[in-house]
């Protein structure tokens, strides 16, 4: 991957509020400064960045996944309703049911044009229930002999766990696809302008069915790994996922009308909750600060993206209109 998110303002200005975030709570709340609790705040900011990066996907391509609670739940229950035979199959069969549901969204937003809004609303819902129909009386359960697994992905080596390293490993991933692969530069494309994308010859089909498939396998990803963690997996026990992920998307920058976004920004953005959320719980803050301050920097961030944008609208138009200029480019 290039280094040109470097020279993003959408980039600098969400690294500088972390790094004052880091240094303004590591003076002030006692406890904040500890290998425990970087370790809590690494692995945190991996889990829902899995999720947001997820919800990225769809963004990027002028969609929005609302469903992705719903999914890591079935996916979280499965995995673990078989762990009795085999935790690996019950991972695998998980993964493959969101990667066959996702490119049956985004093939049905394809194919008919409908709302990605309202589609993905009602799967929330159905997925909801069919949850609870699997989980009818008590949660799936890991089986006591497998609980050295969640042992193992909660251990630190400093101030990492194996549970932050996944995440954080899989998320990488993602982001050189984006920016690498013919299919990640697709999307962003079609999130651009999906007419002209049409025009040069890209399947939007295609785009759509991997960016829900991706935002699925990801959530799944996710639902499995916290269940893992917990040793347990409920209809109700992810709602929680939804908006984390809307907010750590947002807060990193990702515009709803598509074409930009990275997994760098998504990252920052789950580090600047987490990191409030941190000191909420050190600090023996009320609970509803923790709201009114991430409540704050969204709708900060949504006010600065939208000066950002404005000042590149000007930018662009200034360069078009400078004869200068482009003389210069030729």
Do not use: H
């Not at 992920?245 to 990193?252: D, H, P, Q, Y």
């Not at 598509?258 to 023996?284: D, E, W």
């Amino acid at each position: 991957m290039n280094a040109n998110f470097l020279k993003d303002a959408n980039f600098q200005v969400r690294l500088a509020i972390g790094v004052l975030l880091v240094l303004g709570l590591s003076a002030t709340i006692p406890g904040f400064v500890s290998v425990p609790n970087a370790g809590s705040i690494i692995e945190n900011v991996g889990l829902i960045g899995l999720i947001g990066t997820g919800i990225m996907l769809t963004m990027v391509v002028g969609q929005l996944d609302l469903a992705v609670a719903s999914v890591a739940a079935v996916a979280a229950i499965i995995a673990l309703s078989l762990a009795g035979v085999s935790i690996a199959l019950g991972i695998v069969i998980a993964l493959a049911v969101a990667g066959v549901y996702g490119c049956a969204v985004g093939y049905i937003i394809d194919r008919t044009g409908v709302n990605s809004l309202v589609l993905t609303v009602c799967m929330l819902i159905g997925l909801r229930g069919l949850a609870l129909m699997m989980t009818p009386d008590r949660p799936a359960i890991l089986p006591f002999e497998m609980f050295w697994i969640s042992d193992a992905l909660v251990a630190q080596w400093g101030p990492l766990t194996l549970l932050g390293v996944i995440c954080l490993v899989i998320i990488g991933i993602v982001g050189l696809a984006m920016r690498q692969t013919r299919l990640g530069l697709s999307m962003y494309a079609v999130g651009g302008n999906v007419e002209r994308a049409r025009g040069s010859g890209i399947s939007t089909r295609r785009v759509y069915m991997a960016a829900f498939a991706g935002s699925a396998i990801l959530g799944a990803i996710a639902g499995i790994l916290a269940a893992l963690r917990s040793g347990s997996a409920s209809g109700l026990g992810f709602e929680s996922f939804l908006l984390a992920g809307i907010t750590v998307a947002v807060v990193g920058g990702i515009p709803l009308e598509g074409g930009r976004g990275t997994v760098i920004n998504v990252l920052l953005g789950a580090l600047i909750i987490r990191l409030i959320s941190s000191a909420v719980a050190l600090g023996g803050i009320p609970g509803s600060f923790e709201s009114i301050a991430v409540g704050g920097i969204l709708l900060a961030m949504l006010l600065l993206d939208y000066g950002l944008g404005r000042r590149r609208q000007a930018a662009a138009a200034g360069s078009r209109a400078d004869p200068g200029s482009i003389q210069t480019q030729q």
